[in-house]
């Protein structure tokens, strides 16, 4: 009876799967095609485009500007990648391996913050950042960025350090390492995928954030692509040719990164799996 089940069980697991794909894929296939379909307005419910073209791709990175925005996107995104990546690995550290006083109360401190809405913060960073001359700048932009990774990197990374033995840190000062020394060489490359974990996490909450960009960002010039999207909404109508092909820019810069550390975060979860 179980071999009779069989055949029908595996092609139900594989029907889940399409299914699956296909509701997950479908938004980002109709982003695409209709970026290329040169009459997106009459398009419809067709699946495929009636005419390809590029033409709404040139209108983005020519009349929309959308090459400064993605350069001033990639630069925020890149400085708090950096940064918060380093200082999440340095206070991890500190909160898995050192015994100070409030210790407990520093990592209640860490979560609850995660817990507050981000729109909650809009009104006191804006004034903060203005009285710190950090308006209108993408470094004031990146700070708050760091900011609001900081606490997701630390509170994930804390479990990567606790998890490796104390036993190796021990055996890098027998062996004539110093802190340094065992931080970069032994502690660094075990927690490494942590790291590129929550550097995902902060790339993302960068790259496709709008509320704060919005807020902070007042030349066109200093725009993210977030902000830059909106060129293409108007009052009364949309240009969903170029809407689209924007999105599509906007989404590839992602993908590319994740496809760039996914495999260094397979590898070395398998090799501290080893390590165990």
Do not use: C
Request: glycine residues 6%; hydrophobic residues 55%; aromatic residues 12%.
């Amino acid at each position: 009876m179980n071999r009779r089940l069989r055949p029908l069980r595996t092609a139900g697991l594989a029907l889940g799967v399409v299914a699956l794909l296909t509701f997950t894929l479908f938004p980002a296939y109709w982003m695409v095609s209709t970026a290329f379909d040169a009459h997106p307005t009459q398009r419809g419910a067709n699946l495929l485009p009636t005419e390809l073209t590029t033409r709404h791709f040139g209108v983005v990175l020519g009349r929309g500007g959308f090459l400064q925005y993605l350069g001033n996107a990639a630069l925020v995104a890149l400085v708090t990648v950096l940064v918060s990546s380093l200082v999440a690995l340095l206070a991890a550290v500190a909160v898995a391996r050192f015994r100070f006083p409030l210790r407990r109360s520093v990592l209640i401190m860490i979560l609850i913050v995660q817990m507050v809405p981000l729109e909650a913060l809009v009104i006191p960073l804006f004034i903060q950042a203005k009285s710190l001359h950090l308006l209108n700048s993408l470094l004031g932009l990146s700070v708050v960025y760091i900011a609001f990774s900081l606490s997701f990197a630390i509170w994930m990374l804390r479990g990567f350090v606790a998890a490796v033995p104390k036993e190796i840190e021990e055996a890098a000062y027998v062996d004539g390492a110093s802190w340094g020394q065992m931080f970069t060489r032994v502690l660094m490359p075990l927690v490494m995928p942590g790291v590129v974990a929550t550097s995902i996490f902060s790339f993302i909450t960068a790259w496709n954030e709008f509320i704060f960009a919005l807020t902070f960002l007042q030349s066109s010039e200093k725009y993210t692509v977030s902000i830059g999207l909106r060129k293409f909404f108007g009052e009364y109508t949309s240009e969903w040719g170029p809407i689209m092909a924007a999105s599509t820019l906007i989404t590839l810069p992602v993908v590319v990164f994740f496809l760039f550390v996914q495999r260094n975060l397979v590898s070395g979860l398998a090799a501290g799996a080893v390590k165990g």
